[in-house]
C-alpha cells in the first residue's frame, strides 16, 4: 500500500486544456515534493511545498499544499506537449527523515 | 545547478555476473540513495547513505550491496544478476535533512539481465 496515493494514474488531454493531478494521503507530511520524469531520464525535482494552505506557481504550474498537509494538487494551465511526462509527488513524514515516500505516479500526455 | 552523474545510461549483463552501478553527486549532499523504479510498482527504496561508510537498508535490499568510500560516491552491486533484477535504477542525492528534504536523482541506469 502506498504512502501517498496519486490520481488519476493516467491522463491524456488536447494542447491548451486544463489538468489537475491529485496526491493524497492518511499521514500528515512535513513537506512534499513534486517531480516530473521524461521517459528514459530520472525525475526533475518541480517544487517543495511545506506550510499548509501553501500555493506555488512555476509558470504554468500551479502546485498546492492542502491545509492539513496531508494532500496536495499540481494543476497545469493551457497544457503544451512539452508537458508530457510522469509526475510524481514525495513526502517526508518527519523533518529529520532521510526517506522520502513517493506516489506511484500520473502519467501525462498532452496531444497537439 | 545539482549534477548527480551515473556510470552508464544503458547495460546489458547475463545471469549471475557481478554488475556495478556507480553514481556520483558534485553538490556535497551527505545523503544518497539508490532506487528501482518499474511499472505499475513506482519507486522503490533499496539502500541510502546518510554517511561516508553508512549504509542502511532500504525496501526491498535483497540480492544488493552498497559502498560508500568516499561522500561524493555511492555504488550499488549485484552480487549475482538474476533476471528479476532488470528494472531502471535511479541515483539520488540529498542535503542532511531539514524542514525540507529535497532530493536530486541522475538520469538512471537502464539495466538488462539475460
Known amino acids: 500500500t502506498q504512502l501517498l496515493e496519486q490520481s488519476p494514474q493516467f491522463l491524456s488531454i488536447q494542447e491548451g486544456e486544463n489538468l489537475t493531478v491529485y496526491c493524497n494521503s492518511s499521514?500528515?507530511?512535513?513537506?512534499l515534493q513534486w517531480y516530473r520524469q521524461e521517459p528514459g531520464e530520472g525525475p526533475v525535482l518541480l517544487v517543495t511545498?511545506?506550510?499548509?494552505?501553501e500555493v506555488k506557481k512555476l509558470k504554468r504550474l500551479t502546485f498546492q499544499f492542502g491545509d492539513a498537509r496531508k494532500d496536495s494538487s499540481l494543476h497545469i494551465t493551457a497544457a503544451q506537449t512539452g508537458d508530457t511526462g510522469l509526475y510524481l509527488c514525495?513526502?517526508?513524514?518527519?523533518?529529520?527523515?532521510?526517506?522520502?515516500?513517493f506516489g506511484a505516479g500520473t502519467t501525462v500526455t498532452v496531444r497537439a | 545547478d545539482v549534477k548527480v552523474t551515473q556510470s552508464s545510461r544503458y547495460l546489458v549483463k547475463r545471469t549471475g555476473e557481478k554488475v556495478f552501478l556507480e553514481c556520483v553527486q558534485d553538490?556535497?549532499?551527505?545523503?544518497m540513495f539508490w532506487y528501482r523504479q518499474d511499472p505499475g510498482l513506482g519507486l522503490r527504496l533499496i539502500y541510502f547513505?546518510?554517511?561516508?561508510?553508512?549504509?542502511e537498508k532500504g525496501d526491498i535490499p535483497e540480492g544488493y550491496s552498497v559502498s560508500r568510500e568516499k561522500k561524493e560516491r555511492f555504488s550499488l552491486i549485484l552480487e549475482s544478476a538474476s533476471t528479476n533484477q532488470t528494472s531502471m535504477y535511479l541515483c539520488?542525492?540529498?542535503?542532511?535533512?531539514?524542514?525540507?528534504?529535497?532530493?536530486?536523482f541522475g538520469p538512471g541506469t537502464r539495466l538488462t539481465v539475460t
Open positions: 514525495a513526502g517526508g513524514i518527519r523533518s529529520n527523515d532521510y526517506k522520502l515516500s
Open positions: 539520488a542525492s540529498s542535503l542532511h535533512p531539514g524542514s525540507v528534504n529535497e532530493q536530486y
Open positions: 553538490m556535497d549532499h551527505e545523503n
Open positions: 511545498v511545506v506550510t499548509g494552505g
Open positions: 499521514s500528515v507530511f512535513s513537506s
Open positions: 547513505s546518510y554517511d561516508v561508510k553508512m549504509k
